[in-house]
């Protein structure tokens, strides 16, 4: 079992940055690829940015592509999610999750936990 929580959201201007984090307990983080992903209200659950187990290789979904970093500490299980450049369109609850099976997927079927989503509201 991995217990994710996640910390960092709030309510930022249009331009403006948050960081995310994601600290994870119960197992340690270098065994998962890693996952953020968001939910805006009356829409389903998007893909934003996955790490693979060493954080060599990242993937991003082309809306925050240049905007967004993920990246991972795996000594302080935490990943993290710098927010750059924020629009209002990136006003969403956002989840990380763990993926035990894969290298990093965009595909949230392939997360095995989830932390409970911290709310990200930009103004515009």
């Known amino acids: 079992q991995v217990q994710l929580v996640e910390s960092g959201g709030g309510l930022v201007q249009a331009g403006g940055s948050l960081r995310l984090s994601c600290a994870a307990s119960?197992?340690?983080?270098?065994?998962?690829?890693m996952g953020w992903f968001r939910q805006a209200p009356g829409k389903e659950r998007e893909f934003v940015a996955a790490?693979?187990?060493?954080?060599?290789?990242?993937y991003y979904a082309d809306s925050v592509k240049g905007r967004f970093t993920i990246s991972r500490d795996n000594a302080k299980n935490t990943v993290y999610l710098q927010m750059n450049s924020l629009k209002p369109e990136d006003t969403a609850v956002y989840y990380c999750?763990?993926?035990?099976?894969?290298?990093?997927?965009?595909?949230?079927?392939?997360?095995?936990?989830w932390g409970q989503g911290t709310q990200v509201t930009v103004s515009s």
């Open positions: 999750a763990a993926d035990s099976t894969t290298w990093g997927s965009r595909f949230a079927s392939d997360y095995d936990y």
């Open positions: 790490i693979r187990r060493s954080g060599d290789i990242t």
């Open positions: 119960g197992r340690t983080l270098s065994r998962f690829a």
